[in-house]
């Protein structure tokens, strides 16, 4: 599946909640912090 083609059902809100988590998890160290980014994404995308 192509990864572009998720993103434009997503409303802009979504997409820059989605770039900001993202961007927390490169700035992230731990595993913890990358889980709970993970779980931030799913809600997001899945929702």
């Keep these: 599946m192509n ?3 998720t993103t434009k059902y997503l409303s802009d809100e979504d997409r820059k909640q989605l770039k900001d ?3 927390q998890m490169l700035e992230s ?3 913890e912090e990358i889980e709970v980014a993970l779980c931030q994404i799913s809600k997001t995308v899945l929702h």
């Design 21 to 23: 988590v993202l961007q």
């Design 3 to 5: 990864p572009y083609e």
């Design 29 to 31: 160290n731990t595993k």
